[in-house]
């Protein structure tokens, strides 16, 4: 949908105390916008709730809500911040005001390379979104929606794991547990879902997360998913039977053996076989990176792109350089 579309807000109009930019983004339950709070010149993401969804499903304004107030307490360098959150009292509508990361999404990368990130860029991704399930995890949580869209990146390319709209609390017995979820109910997004996440939901720990985070770490490394094109209900038939993923070698040869076995581990279809903790996940990444041979600049292809571009630029520069000489002849 266009800007020139019909929007909740009004594109240069204003929301509270923010002038509305424009749009970044919308889904089926609101949008969300670039705006600026002008007394302090600095630029916000603001998440609105469509009007007509909050009104079909009352119980999603609470668990909107709770999202904010959860996202407002537990705070932490890889996570996105929340500024504010409420009820405008003009127009009604519920909203949040987060950070904005102009970076993009994992996935706007992804996009940007097919061929899967360098080994670096994928360790310095991983070792960020497992410092941000170290806090997810300290604070008793589980966020059950790891995916490419969820990884936001600042801009000096930090990643930041935002949207805590379904997570929940995983120390049995907590009341401040804001997204209750019934037994055997499944949210998340299921190409990146644990198979026991697919089963029930609701009885998950932060192993969950950790098996989300490796099939991530396998699409950095081989631009595509290791269950690309398979359904939920396929995907979980395999996870049953005890089938694991190929091995990542086998789509990308520079991997180093301790990285490969490190995203197996958190591929695995058992729980208990996986990294036991965010903790633990966080020290083998160093362990891995630590132990990874040093990749020759004819192999790190973070490298040949940018030798790639430079080589570019000098050929435009000649070709502009050759038709000014000819235009004075």
């Known amino acids: ?37 002008e007394a302090s010149g600095t630029e916000y993401a603001v998440k609105v709730l469509d009007p007509e969804h909050a009104q079909s499903d009352p119980g999603f304004v609470s668990r909107f809500v709770g999202e904010a107030e959860l996202a407002m307490k537990v705070r932490h360098p890889n996570l996105l911040s929340v500024r504010e959150a409420g009820r405008d009292p003009d127009t009604g509508l519920s909203f949040l005001v987060m950070e904005y990361l102009p970076g993009g999404t994992l996935r706007d990368a992804l996009k940007a390379s097919p061929d899967g990130f360098s080994l670096t860029g994928v360790a310095s991704v991983a070792t960020d979104l497992a410092r941000a399930l170290v806090c997810i995890e300290a604070n008793g949580l589980v966020h059950r929606d790891l995916k490419p869209e969820n990884v936001l990146f600042s801009q000096d390319g930090t990643a930041k794991l935002a949207d805590l709209g379904i997570v929940r609390f995983s120390r049995p017995g907590s009341k401040a547990d804001v997204h209750k979820t019934r037994a055997e109910a499944v ?28 099939v991530m770490m396998y699409e950095m490394l081989a631009g595509r998913r290791p269950n690309e094109g398979l359904p939920a209900m396929s995907l979980l038939a395999k996870a049953l039977d005890g089938q694991t993923f190929p091995d990542i070698r086998t789509r990308r040869s520079d991997v180093p ?26 020290e083998a990444l160093a362990r891995s990176r630590a132990t990874a041979p040093a990749v020759a600049w004819y192999r790190d292809r973070s490298v040949l792109y940018a030798l ?10 000649i070709v502009a350089l050759l038709a000014a000489i000819g235009g004075g002849v």
């Open 1 to 37: 949908m266009s800007e020139a579309e019909s929007t909740i807000l009004t594109i240069g109009g204003y929301f509270g105390a923010y002038k509305v930019l424009r749009l970044l983004g919308k889904g089926g339950a609101g949008e969300v916008y670039l705006v600026l709070d």
């Open 187 to 214: 949210v998340g997004t299921p190409a990146y879902m644990s198979p026991e996440q697919m089963l029930d939901s609701h009885a998950v720990d932060i192993r969950s997360d950790i098996y989300s985070l490796g």
């Open 257 to 282: 053996p301790e990285l490969a076995e490190l995203v197996a581990s958190m591929t695995h279809p058992e729980a208990a076989r996986r990294p036991a903790s965010a903790r633990a996940l966080l």
């Open 308 to 317: 790639a571009a430079l080589v570019l630029a000098c050929l435009a520069l």
